[in-house]
Structure formats: C-alpha cells, structure tokens
C-alpha cells in the first residue's frame, strides 16, 4: 500500500495502525461510547502519527452531538449585539463549543432560513435575537423538536423557552422619573420603528419586545407625572435620524429632552443639534437607552442606560450549553441589571421653570 500524505489519513487508516476496529477507533476519537482510558491513548496516538483529521458531521452522526451552535442576530453591526456575540464565542469557546453565526438584517425570512440552515447543520443548540414577537412558528418548530433555545435580547410571544435579556421596561421608566425630577415637563421618545406615532400612542403591538416595553414605560410614566410627552418614529438610518431631529428643532413647541432608543439614533441626533447651532443640554437634553463608547468622549458626555451585553451573551451560551447537557436552573428567564450613567447632558430646568410660573 502506497503511504498517505499526512493529513489525508482514513479513520480505518488510523484503527488499521492502532490495532483496533474502526468503530472502536470512531468512539475513541468521537468521545461517546465506552472505551478504555489505553485503547483511547493508542487510537490517539495513531491519528497523531498519520495526522487525521476527523469528519466533524460524521462525528455529529455517530455521537449525536456536533459541539456547535447557531447564533442568529438581527444586526451585528449595532454594538450591543457586536458584544454580546463576543461574550457569546467567549462562552461557548471555554464549554468546548463552536459558533457558527448568521445575521438577519432585521428579515424576519433571512432569520426563518437561518433557523433551517442551523438545524440541517445539526447544531447543538441556538441562541436567536429575534425580529418579531408574533411571526415565531420556526421557533416553535425549534422548541416542538426538542432542540435546546436561547432567546435573546428581545422575547418572541408564546415561545416557551430560556430567555436571557434586561428589564428595559424598568430602564426606561428610571430615565423617565430621572427627567421629571430635573423639571422636564415634554419628552420625546425617539425609536427605530415603521409604526407611526399615533400607533405608538393607541398601543398598536411592535414587533421587536425591547421597543414595545420602552414605549409602553414612556407613556406610563408621563401620564402618571402629568407631563407632555410625545413618539417619534421612523428613524431607520442615521441620514433620517438626523433629518427628524432637525425638523424637531426647528418647532416652537419642541421637547426639553429627548430620549433616544439606543445609540445609533443618539450619535445623529447629537450632531443634529450641534449643526443646528445649540448645544447639549442648553437647549436640549439627550439620553439614551443603550450606552456606547463615543458617549464618554464627546462633550458634554451622553446620559445613557449601560447594558451588560458582553455578560448578556456569556450567559446565553452558558445556559444553551447546560440545556445542551440537560442541566441548568427551573427559572427560564434570566434576567441581567442594566446600570445607569450619569453624565453631562441632561440639564435640570426646575428653578426655570419655577421662575416663569411665578
């Protein structure tokens, strides 16, 4: 027999030279089975010698596992879910698992085709931010076959599986008290959503849940106080963000704050009001539900609400993987605390307001 190059060695090429069958040489090499502590020595021995390289599916078949799983995020280039994948590697990396990742763009059919993709691919398990709270059958369709789910961030309805997110609703209601004690009496909640302000306001259902909980805490929380307060929607792109905040600038009636969903909104509406020739927070406060590094350095540094996601993500593969393993807690949401950053730009107008009422 004419020698192999190394690295294209068989598997009966490696149990040929270890003296053992193939099927005693796949189970060592596989990890499942029972196989003694020499007979796994020799076998590795032997695939060391020849340089084999394992047939990862093939391995997944036999063993029943493939040590990956399918991450599916709705935007990787918003630098929450940025970190919160790194937290996700990290965590997976140290259980001995791979992560295989697909972005949906906010595509609730790329996201559906992902799910599929993932599931052909036989991964062990799938974390999932999802687009939408109702279009969720595949993910049912996830849950119904038994294969281990982490819902990320957002939580789909009627999807009984672990979730690992914060209380957004509970930060934004903190902004809300936060700006109220400083005296503003008109807020602006300004969001990424096609619904329009009045739906927003007749409590239309939204279909991202972080949106909808922020949405609904605004609302309460201004009504509750007695103050002015106001949706403003479709801030899709920084190019139309800025068009927005410029457009509120220039109104007579506009807010003393604005509160910004997270911080791909409040880096144009920053600049917006820098352009427009004010400044934060004279002429008009900024917050923002998600924090960001450009918001320690610009000036006045940005008030912002601080999500754990590198923790966020870490938790999620640690409670996929013990899923995986038919382990973890009874509780199914795992809920992380959100901090919040004090910062420069939100202006306390009480005394002024005080002094024009007199």
């Not at 929607?233 to 963000?241: F, G, L, N, Q, V």
């Not at 509780?331 to 605390?337: A, C, E, G, R």
Request: hydrophobic share 45%; glycine share 6%; proline share 4%.
């Amino acid at each position: 027999m004419e020698p192999r190059l190394y690295g294209t060695a068989t598997l009966q090429d490696v149990a040929r030279l270890a003296g053992v069958s193939r099927s005693t040489a796949a189970r060592a090499l596989g990890g499942y089975g029972s196989v003694s502590h020499e007979l796994h020595a020799m076998v590795s021995a032997a695939a060391e010698t020849l340089g084999y390289r394992g047939n990862a599916l093939a391995r997944s078949v036999s063993s029943g596992r493939s040590h990956t799983i399918g991450v599916v995020i709705s935007d990787i280039e918003n630098p929450h879910f940025a970190k919160a994948v790194r937290g996700m590697t990290d965590g997976a990396k140290a259980a001995g698992f791979d992560v295989i990742l697909a972005n949906t763009d906010e595509n609730i059919e790329a996201e559906r085709a992902a799910v599929q993709v993932f599931l052909d691919k036989r991964v062990d398990g799938l974390i999932v931010a999802s687009t939408s709270r109702s279009d969720s059958a595949h993910l049912l369709d996830v849950v119904r076959m038994g294969r281990p789910l982490v819902l990320f961030d957002r939580r789909p309805d009627a999807v009984d599986s672990d979730w690992v997110g914060t209380d957004c609703y509970a930060d934004a209601a903190a902004v809300m008290a936060y700006l109220i004690e400083r005296g503003h009496q008109n807020v602006a909640f300004l969001s990424a959503t096609t619904k329009t302000p009045a739906e927003l306001e007749a409590g239309t259902p939204l279909p991202i849940s972080t949106i909808a909980d922020r949405v609904r805490a605004v609302r309460e929380a201004a009504i509750a106080a007695g103050i002015r307060y106001e949706f403003i929607s479709d801030a899709m792109s920084p190019e139309r963000t800025h068009e927005i905040v410029a457009e509120l600038l220039g109104r007579s009636d506009r807010p003393s704050a604005v509160i910004a969903s997270y911080s791909r909104l409040a880096l144009p509406a920053f600049h917006a009001i820098r352009e427009a020739g004010m400044s934060v927070p004279e002429d008009m406060s900024l917050v923002c539900l998600d924090d960001a590094e450009w918001m320690t350095v610009s000036s006045p540094e940005v008030t912002a609400v601080s999500l754990p996601a590198y923790e966020m993500g870490f938790k999620a593969s640690e409670v996929l993987v013990d899923r995986i393993h038919h382990a973890g807690p009874d509780t199914k949401n795992h809920l992380l605390p959100a901090s919040f950053a004090e910062r420069g730009s939100v202006a306390t107008i009480s005394a002024r307001l005080q002094g024009q009422s007199a």
